[in-house]
Every structure is written in structure tokens, then in C-alpha cells.
């Protein structure tokens, strides 16, 4: 039987054969693009929106491998951290089309910083599902602004120095209008998160905690199982509690309506009609 | 006309840049000639040399800036120090003796003293100076008509002082006629 | 401060103040304005409908103009948060069906070539216009042609792009309706290298109507009557290009590919047909892209070659050459720089002694003019000037140097 998320997928076609995909046995992204798929496909059946209205775009990495040939949608795999400033020029220049961004952690936190908390300050119509696995995946296992402190990789072979991002604290800082976080143990939470996201008017920032086992090491099952330990269920009570070092918050952080970028540019634009 | 060049020099905020606008604008759209204006400011937008040139031709005009100047507006000392060097033998100087204290020191061309600041005051602010400058400008050296001066002034200003800045204009042409 | 924000919004803009506005492209007729405003007028002339930019020196006045007419005729403007991310946004602007435009000066030019070098891989339209200024590094705010090399091999890899050089305002219109029909023709991006002079120089402008000046749009699979599934690979030269929304569910990437988009059977062989193509689509079409303009041209034995603004002061040199008696002084100027136009210069000059190049730069175009008539000419001089426009005193000076009074 044909899993029905394949509909959406170009297993061959005008470019050939696709599948297998190129991640790695155990590797996270293969789930985020089914619960993406399932959130996308809740919205078409939901809603009636055509799937000719979503564009998926990445910048560069394991996560942006994603739309390199695999959609059966319009789609780009662009340039390092740059999706954002991609996907900003398409809605400005169609505006009804929707945005889903396929990020990781260094592309979204390191060269695409800036863009990322720029899309959140002006809080454009988009949906970005961050990866996150903790370090740069693609080139090797390179630390990353997540990576935490102390942790050994192949760029602080005697433990990170740094300090790491809290991803979702900056989108919310920066203007998002829909925060959460979850991890690939948390299938329907995830598909949730994004179906919520993509129907926000504004800016969503899904961040899903994704297992790396090549890089990290660790077997798949086992880091997906500890996924459901160190993934706190975030609460305002909780909010006092301390962490333990390898836990973190999930959750939905924010899910506020606030004006759209484009809704308000529009303003001006209906003026001169 | 082959070529008529016209430079105004003076301080940031003499309204030296619209003068060279407004030139423009009425040789080019309404006296229906080819007018180039450039201009180039020191370091400071209220207080440093402010430049605007305007060069007009009744033939394609090639180099867009003044080689040698018909005719000079030196609103401030420095200007005139700066640029009287670069005026034709023959060519008219036009000193404003509130700023340009100091005697030309040149004798081949013609020096018009006119109190830009004075006049304009006597309108009702020192900012319609520019106008005065026109004014002067136009009826020293008969390049752009009045009419065409005119409607350039019109669709330049804001409408609720047009009839203040059109006075200066024509208080500037009245003063170098006598 | 942040309780400002996510307030409601309220355009500042009076009932009176909106119907003054020209709620499209200028009407035909004359218009006295700066060479900024020109570009943009001639961006909207050609249907550019976003704009994305970044503050600098001296090409802040086009992002100006571009955001107060874009929304006055149906656009969208934004201003980036850098030229990285502006440059970046015309790829998707572009690729939703847009004609998208930025404007930049020398170091924001430099950030982006990797937006440039994308674009020339995935064959994706758009104008940058370069006012440029001197660098290296923050260099200065004047005048300069020092980016004239970086426009063509700045964007790391191959592939060819297109290049036109103003040098007036009416240039700063129709050019930018050429960059943008060549763009949308070709599938490249073209690069307008203005220069400071000329962006802030006024002058008439004369727009004539859409009968007169043509304005091409890209060509669509559906143009075509092309369906999903079968629009490449594509035999012709540009492939047609689908917008994301119209149904054709293009993945858009930046590798080298195969002539029906795989990206996965890598071989050298569908690597060197793949970037060699990108660069012969330009390069094989040479005679359709470029124009120079010259005069005087009959009998020469000394040539003055200028482009862009400087060719205003060359002209004027040499007209005044002329009228002095030196009747073997011809002038000729570089309306396109690249690709560079060698075989249109071959074909219209002939032996020459000298060759006289001013540039507002240490030399750089007189490198491929070399390249392209060294047989033909017995002598190259370059007459450079940094950070200002050459006055013909300069140039005459030059000449008489070499071929006396």
C-alpha cells in the first residue's frame, strides 16, 4: 500500500528517480518531512486550498536538502541562511501564495541570523521548521550556535567554548507570532505545531529537536527515546523550574494574532487604487 | 546657443541646489532647451560649501559640468575665493555683499552686488533668498525667460508660499534692472 | 519602544496627496529629474513590481523613489536588513512571476555576487543597478567605474551575464527598460553600472509611449502551451520559465544539472554541457545584445573609446579636437560592457595609431579593448581619473601629449 504523504512527493518523474533519499539510516528529517507533509495535507483537505499554493524554500545544509528534487511542489533549495530572504521576495510579489521554510539550526542561527530575526521583527506570513540536531550535519559535524557548552565536536575537539542560542526565545524577542517547540519523538504535537503555524497569519517559528546518529554517534531509537526525557513540557507554573543540563522546554511558546506585514503594507497599496 | 554656463556656489541652506534646480527645470520643460544640472556638497548639510552648476544648450550638450563659467552667484566668501578663478573673462559675477566682503580681485568681468539676504527679508524670510538669485540671474544674463522661470517656481514651491517666492523672484529682476 | 509595536497602521498619506499620484508609469512627455529617479521610472516603464534594498552612498536616492512609487502602482517595496538579503529576496521575487529590482554601490555589490552567481546558474531574471563610487574597501562617495571587472567576473563561477553603461538620464530610463527586457529575454541577471555623476545629475527626460518602446516579458511554459511534467528538457536556447503558483511545481536549485533539471547522475560530462551552455546562451549571441555608438569614425587614425558618464567628457574632447583641425580624431563609445561587444568593434574600425581610453578607473576595459584590436591599433593609452569625472581639458591635454598640438 502506498503511503498517501507519497501523493505529494516526486518519487520519479521528469527528473528521474529520487528515492532512496540521501539522509542517513536514522536520521530525523525523514520525519519532519511526513509530519510536514500530514500538516500540509490537513490544510489542503481542511481548508480546500490547492497544493499549488505552497512553496517550500531551504538554504543549505542536511535540512535543505529536503527540497532539492523531492517536493511535488514549487520549490527552492537556495543559498545558506538565505531562504528567508527568499521566501520575503516571493510573498511580496505573491502575496497569496504560502511559505514553508525547511531550516536547521546553523543555517537559521549562524549565516542566516540576521534574515531569521528580520522575517520574525517584521512578522511576514511564513512558516520556518528549524531541524535542530545540535551542529552543522552536512559539512562534517561542525559546532554550532546551539551547540552547548562544553560539548565536543569536530571545530572544538576540546569542548565548545560558546554558549548556545535558545532559538525559540529569539523569534519570540524578535516579533514572531507563533513559537513552539517540539521534538521528532513528538510526531503529532509536530504536525499540529506546523498545520497552526501555516494557517497563522504571521510569523511561525516550529522548532523540531532532530536526532543526528552519524554525527553524534548515539543510535537512532535510543536518541528519539531520550528525546521524550529531555523535552520538558513548558507551562507558566513550570516556568520557574531549572532545567537539568541535557533538558529543554517544549511546547507551544507563543501563539498570538498581531498584524501581518503584508496585511498592513497593503494599506498603502489600497490607498492609491 | 551653444553653451551657457552657470555656476552658484554659497553655504548648505541658501537654497543654492534649487537654484540650479528650478534653472533647469524651466530652460529644459518650458524654454524648451537642453539644461544639465549637477551639484556637489561639502561635509556638513547646514554650513558647508554647497555647489549647484547648470549648463544650457540649444545643442546636445556633452560634458555635463561648467569648464568655464558665463556666469558666477558666490552667496558666501569662500565661494567667490574658491571659484572667481573659473569665470570667462567677461563673464558676470553676481556677489551677495552680506557674505562677500572682499573686493573681487579681478578686472575682466562684471560684478553685480546684489543683497540677495536683504531682499528676501524684506519679503519675509531670509529663505526666499534663492528666488532673489533667479530673479538676478534671470535679467543679468536673458538665458532662461522669466515666463519659463516662473512656472519652474510654480511647480517647485509649496503652493502656500508661491506668492512670497514669486515677490523675491521679481523683486531679483527689478533690482538688476535699474 | 516595543509598545509601539504591533500597533495598528495608518498610512500617512492625504486624500489629496493620493490623487496627485500617477498611479502607473510616467505618461508620455517631458520630465525634468535626477538620473536615480529616472532608473526607477524606467523600472516601472518595464513592469517592475518589487523592490528590495539597502541604504549606501550614492544609491540611496533609487531605494527612495522606488519605495515612494511601488505601492503608488500596484508594487511592493521593503528595505532589507542587508544587500545580502536584498539580492537574495529578487531570486524569489523573481521565481513568484515578479520583475524585481535592487540598487547598490560598490561594497554592497560586493555582497551580492552570491545572490548574482545563483541567478546565473539557475537562469533566474532580475536588474541590479551599481551607482558606483570609488573603493577599494569604503573608498569614497564620488564618482567611479572601478566596478566595470567585478560586474562580469565578480559572482564566483562561470556563466555570462549582461552589462550597459548610462550616461545620461534619458540612458538611466531607457537602459533600465533594456536591462529588464534583456533579463526577462535571456533569463540573466543584467547589472546597470551607473556611476554617482550621472545618478544625481538632472537632465530632461522624454517618455514615450508603450507603442514605441518595447517592454519583453519572459517566456512561460504556458505560453507555450507547454503542460506540467513536460517543459524540459527544452531544445531552445532559453528554456521558458514557470512562476511558482502557475501549477508547474518547479524545484528551483543551484547546482549543476542536467538539461532536464537532475541534479543527482553527476558527470563531467553534464558538467562542462551544463555551465558551458549558461555561458554560450550570452556569448554566442553577442551580435543581438550589444550596441556602441560612434562618430567621426571615417578616416580616424587616433581613437578616443570611453562609456558611462566619462564618455560625456571624452565626446566633448574631442568634438573641440575636431574644431581645432585635428580631422583624424574619431570617438567611440561602449554602450554595452558585457558582454564586450569584440566582434562589433572589429567589424566597424579599422587601423588605427592610437587608441585613447578614459576611464574613472586605473585601466581595467582597456584590458578586453586590448585583447580585441591589438592587431589592428598600434598604440593603447589608458587616461585614468579616481573619483571624478575627467574634464575634457584633461583628456585634450592627454592626446595633444602624444600626437602633438
Known sequence: ?273 | MKRYEIRVAGFGGQGVVTIGKIAGVAAAIYDKKNAVQTQSYGPESRGGACKAEVVLSDEKIHYPKVRSADVLVALSQTAQDVYLKDLKPGGILIIDPLTVVKEPPRADIRVVRVPTAEIALRVGNKKFQNMVVLGALCQLTGVISEDALEKAIEETVPSKTLPQNIEAFKKGIEYVRK | MSENNHTAFEPLLTEEEAKKVVRGPLLPGDYYLFGSDACVEGAIFAGCRYYAGYPITPASEVMEKAAERLPQVGGRFIQMEDEIASACSLIGASWAGAKAMTATSGPGFSLMMEAVSYAVMSETPFVIVNVQRPGPGQGYITSSQEDVMQARWGHHGGGSLIALAPSSVQEMFDFTVQAFNFAEKWRVPVILLADETVAHMRERLTVRSREEVKVIDRVRPQDLGIPYEKYLPYEGTVPPMPAWGDGYRVNVVGLVHHPDGNITKYSPEMHFACVNRLQRKIEDHVEEIVEVEGIFLEGCRHLVVAYGTTARSASEAVVELRAKGKADVGFLRLKTLWPFPENRLRSILGQLENIFFPEMNLGFMIHPLKEALRDRVQHFISIPSLGQLHTPEQIIEKIEEVIGK
Open chain 1, 1 to 273: 500500500m502506498k503511503h498517501p504523504m507519497l501523493n505529494y512527493l516526486k518519487e520519479t518523474g521528469m527528473y528521474g528517480d529520487r528515492f532512496p533519499t540521501i539522509f542517513c539510516p536514522g536520521c530525523g528529517i525523514g520525519q519532519i518531512l511526513n509530519y510536514t507533509l500530514n500538516a500540509v495535507d490537513r490544510i489542503v483537505q481542511k481548508d480546500g486550498l490547492s497544493r499549488d499554493r505552497f512553496f517550500f524554500a531551504s538554504g543549505v545544509g542536511c535540512s535543505a536538502r529536503l527540497t532539492s528534487h523531492y517536493l511535488g511542489f514549487d520549490s527552492i533549495w537556495s543559498l545558506h541562511g538565505r531562504a528567508p530572504a527568499v521566501a520575503t521576495g516571493a510573498l511580496l510579489a505573491r502575496p497569496e501564495l504560502k511559505a514553508i521554510i525547511f531550516t536547521g539550526d546553523g543555517d537559521v542561527a549562524a549565516i542566516g541570523g540576521n534574515h531569521f530575526i528580520h522575517v520574525c521583527r517584521r512578522n511576514l506570513d511564513m512558516t520556518l521548521i528549524c531541524m535542530n540536531n545540535g551542529l552543522y550535519g552536512m559539512t562534517g559535524g561542525q559546532s554550532a550556535p546551539t551547540t552547548l557548552r562544553g560539548i565536543p565536536s569536530t571545530t572544538s575537539p576540546y569542548g565548545n567554548v560558546e554558549n548556545a542560542f535558545d532559538l525559540c526565545q529569539m523569534a519570540i524577542t524578535s516579533g514572531a507570532s507563533y513559537v513552539a517547540r517540539w521534538t521528532t519523538a513528538h510526531p503529532q504535537q509536530c504536525i499540529q505545531a506546523i498545520e497552526k503555524g501555516i494557517r497563522k497569519k504571521g510569523l511561525a517559528f516550529i522548532e523540531i529537536m532532530t536526532q543526528c546518529p552519524t554525527h553524534w554517534k548515539q543510535e537512532p531509537a535510543k536518541m528519539v527515546k531520550k528525546f521524550r526525557s529531555q523535552g520538558v513540557r513548558f507551562s507558566q507554573e513550570k516556568e520557574k523550574e531549572t532545567l537539568k543540563k541535557d533538558q529543554f522546554w517544549v511546547g507551544e511558546f507563543l501563539d498570538k494574532d498581531q498584524p501581518e506585514w503584508l496585511e498592513t503594507y497593503q494599506k498603502i497599496i489600497d490607498r492609491f487604487k
